[in-house]
């Protein structure tokens, strides 16, 4: 009897083994699935992040290559900007006054950094005359540019205190030019030695040059020899070094301690 009850109970729990050992084997799948999905999803989640990161660096590439591609243009066309601008300053700087330690030596009073800067914004300044005013005050038509070399004059030579000389070559008939006066005028000027151009109005459009006597904006032989001129009158200043640019010059357009010669008309006094 006994022995039938225990065969019994081991026949009950060999029923039972099978059952427990399928459970064991469906939780092992399912560990492994799970464990597949997560690396799955691992994978798919470096990647999307390794595509973003490349994408990302090949959109800063992109915008850097234009941020250089639009820098570049600006500085060209900066460049481009400030060329012309000189180009076109240079005529009107041409008959600017000298430093301030040339300016000393030739008795202009000493100025302030502030002072030269407005000077020289000044004398830049120019007015544009047409071609009929300049007609109109010259009694001649505008010349498409100056002479390579000093015209020949007849006139009297006259000589101002300073050794600063004039040639009256036409008399005017307007206004005349007094120390303080706002003048517009054309000018060609020429090295007295060699007698080279190194600068016209005329060789720019014939735009005149317009500017302040008596303000230490210009040369000093331009500064005394332009009064008492009329309006439509044309002198020729022969201006020694002292009176010009001195013992520094204006390279490289005018050597150190240079005579020079210009040829100025006035076209309006005010």
């Known amino acids: 009897m006994t022995q039938t009850m225990k065969d019994k109970n081991n026949a009950a729990q060999r029923r039972g083994r099978p059952g427990q050992r399928q459970q064991e084997r ?120 100056g002479p390579t070399s000093p015209p020949a004059v007849t006139q009297k030579t006259n000589t101002f205190p300073g050794n600063l000389k004039y040639i009256d070559i036409k008399e005017g008939t307007g206004a005349v030019v007094q120390k303080t006066s706002t003048v517009n005028v054309e000018y060609t000027g020429w090295i007295s030695k060699t007698g080279k151009k190194f600068d016209s109005s005329y060789d720019h459009g014939g735009q005149p040059f317009s500017v302040q006597l008596g303000q230490g904006k210009i040369i000093p032989g331009w500064d005394q020899g332009l009064v008492g001129m009329k309006a439509g009158g044309t002198r020729r200043l022969l201006i020694p070094a002292a009176l010009g640019y001195g013992a520094k010059g204006y390279p490289p357009v005018i050597p150190v301690n240079a005579e020079l010669t210009f040829d100025v008309t006035v076209l309006s006094v005010q």
Do not use: C, W
Request: net charge positive.
């Open 26 to 145: 469906l939780v092992r799948i399912a560990r492994r699935r799970r464990r597949r999905q997560i690396i799955l999803a691992s994978s798919i989640t470096l990647v999307v992040l390794v595509i973003a990161s490349l994408t990302f660096l090949e959109y800063r590439q992109v915008t850097t290559q234009q941020e250089v591609a639009a820098q570049k243009l600006k500085d060209q066309r900066a460049t481009a900007t400030t060329t012309v601008h000189n180009q076109q300053a240079t005529a009107t700087q041409i008959v600017a006054a000298p430093t301030q330690t040339a300016a000393a030596k030739i008795a202009i009073p000493t100025q302030t950094a502030a002072a030269n800067v407005t000077a020289t914004a000044v004398v830049q300044a120019t007015v544009t005359v047409a071609s009929s005013e300049v007609q109109a005050a010259t009694g001649a038509p505008m010349p498409k540019s």
